[in-house]
């Protein structure tokens, strides 16, 4: 089944002091950036950006720009104007996403499959739902299903929930921190440092791949967790320079005794406890 994507990316962004909401830079993406990523990921062609049209620098490429009519009509009259800007057919299932959740991504996928599986089952779709509480910005729904509930209303400055009691979707529980609204100034601030701590992890894998390759012990199994929190053990229980030196005992004793990944891993926890232990009885 075909999947396409709209994106919301309009409104006054009120609470962030007037600032183009989609363009600020979260994990060194913006917003915008992010979310096409996202759907991206999951090979939704086509994808529509509803909203003004940025600066071609700024703006992802290979994607397509509708407006709602009049310009800041709402969200409902946003997601009408991108399903009806895509050239695919009714059958097609659309994410409808707002162009501001910068940590929905697995939520996005669960959602994808629960609307696969809800339109199996003659229904129209699905919806995230965190805490209870219906996400009405992440979706994905059949196309011709919401065109044919709404008919030839625009929902100009109505309300996303009224244009959802149309439809029939399955209900996809996800957290409430993955449906993170980032419209505020703390929201945003609380992405980046998510997002940080994310990408540090990411590259710590990477390098690890990249450190086994160069020692020769290219696909042994690494468990970077245990790892990290031996060393955060060692420098918070003993001193920060204790942290490299333990984890290389860690690893000498794993390569002379032959240790396989959850001997390692126990063992790793073993220093760690004995390392804050030590710091304990100073």
Known sequence: MNLAAVLLAGGQSARLGGTDKAMVSVGGRTLLARCVGSVRALEADPVVVVGPMRAARDFPKDVL??????????????????????????????????????????????????ARQAVQGGRDGAMAQADGHDQYLLMCVRRGSVLRAVGTEDFV??????LIELLDLDRVETSMLSVLDTDTWPAVVQARDILREEISMQQTTDWSTVASAIAGIQGTPIDVDAILDLARDAAHGVERPAAPVTTFILGYAAGTQSLD??????????????????????
Request: hydrophobic share 55%; glycine share 8%.
């Open 157 to 162: 400055n109505d309300s996303m929930r009224r």
């Open 65 to 114: 720009v509708a407006q709602e009519q009049p310009a800041g009509a709402g969200p409902a009259a946003a997601t009408l104007s991108g399903l009806r800007a895509l050239e695919v057919d009714d059958e097609c299932l659309v994410v409808i996403m707002a162009a501001d959740l910068p940590l929905a991504r697995e939520a996005l996928v669960a959602v994808v499959e629960g």
């Open 261 to 282: 990944a959850e001997s390692v891993a126990a063992l790793a926890a073993s220093l760690g406890r004995a390392a804050l232990e030590f710091g304990a009885e100073e």
